[in-house]
């Protein structure tokens, strides 16, 4: 089964052109939806022009826009937050207690982008979780994290409040991801700190379509508590729920820690490839972990 979907489709071509634009920027405005979107100006007893003269575009009035966007969030297609547009995803939202207090784990909105590329930046730093690496530097280049069409890939994030997490978690029992790295998480918009991550993505190549890569880390004063394990059970709801068969990651041998999280969450050692990476000019193995979806 191919973990791809149809596009969506619109009777509306106005509606249409404003969920497009959503989709490929992201979040937006609805003051800068209604003036990039514009439409073909409607003079009443004016003839039709010419065909070697241009069409003037003009923006939509403001009430019939409005009706617009909020048909659009009404048949479940975008949703507004913080006075933004974005395109809806459907997906569990949970709430985790931790011993610094609640983690919220939910899908990635595309105001977590600036922290998911800091968190990564954090957990990548000692070395020893490459892959990370360059999901890091492909979401720089994007415009938008996500696209609704697009369902070879999703992100979820752990969040925490602004003051939370401040006390020590060294005595904590429970073995999340570790990466290396700085001890914070990065703020959002909402007062929001992001303190982890889990992406999961797959080539599009057909003969590939049933597997797909999976990267998860979280910052080290987070470490332990759990967040780790349920980022990576909401990734792998979401991968079985769109199709995939096989779920796999790929560790730096040294990374000891990280292969022993995905051991015991049930993943195996499915190859190791020799001196796959140089690290401070020392060769490294690469351990492929994968698990399976009957």
């Known amino acids: 089964m191919s973990a791809t979907t149809e596009p969506e489709t619109f009777d509306d071509d106005v ?27 409607d003079r009443p007893g004016s ?6 003269l241009p069409t003037k575009r003009v923006r939509l009035p403001a009430a019939q826009f409005r009706e617009h966007v909020d048909a659009l969030i009404e048949a479940g297609h975008l949703d507004e937050h913080d006075g933004k547009l974005r395109v809806a995803w459907e997906a569990e939202t949970t ?23 800091d968190v990564i930046g ?11 690496e360059t999901v890091g530097e492909a979401i720089d280049r994007e415009s938008a994290l996500l696209r609704h069409d697009d369902r070879r890939r999703t992100f979820f994030v752990a969040t925490e409040r602004e003051d939370a997490g401040e006390t020590d978690t060294a005595d904590t029992d429970e073995t999340d991801q570790d990466g290396g790295g700085e001890d ?8 929001e700190q992001v303190v982890g991550w889990v992406h999961v993505d797959a080539l ?7 597997t797909a890569e999976l990267t998860v880390g979280v910052v080290a004063k987070r470490r332990r508590q759990g967040i780790g394990r349920a980022l990576l059970e909401h990734a792998l709801d979401w991968a079985a729920s769109v199709g995939y068969h096989k779920i796999y990651q790929a560790l730096p041998a040294t990374n000891d820690e990280a292969v022993a999280f995905l051991e ?10 020799a001196e796959h990476y140089l690290v401070d000019e020392e060769y490294v193995d690469e351990v492929l972990m994968a698990t399976w979806f009957d």
């Open 204 to 210: 599009d190549v057909e003969k590939l379509s049933h």
């Open 122 to 132: 954090r957990v990548t730093a000692a070395g020893t979780h490459i892959r990370a």
């Open 264 to 273: 015991s969450a049930g993943w195996e050692r499915e190859a190791v490839h």
């Open 184 to 191: 914070d998480g990065s703020k959002d918009d909402d007062d």
């Open 15 to 41: 509606r249409r052109r404003l969920y497009e634009y959503v989709e490929r920027n992201g979040a937006v405005r609805p003051e800068v939806l209604r003036n990039e979107v514009r439409v073909a100006e």
């Open 47 to 52: 003839k039709p022009p010419r065909s070697a």
């Open 95 to 117: 709430e985790l207690d931790t011993a610094d207090g609640p983690v919220t784990i939910r899908p990635a909105h595309q105001e977590d982008m600036e922290g998911i590329t």
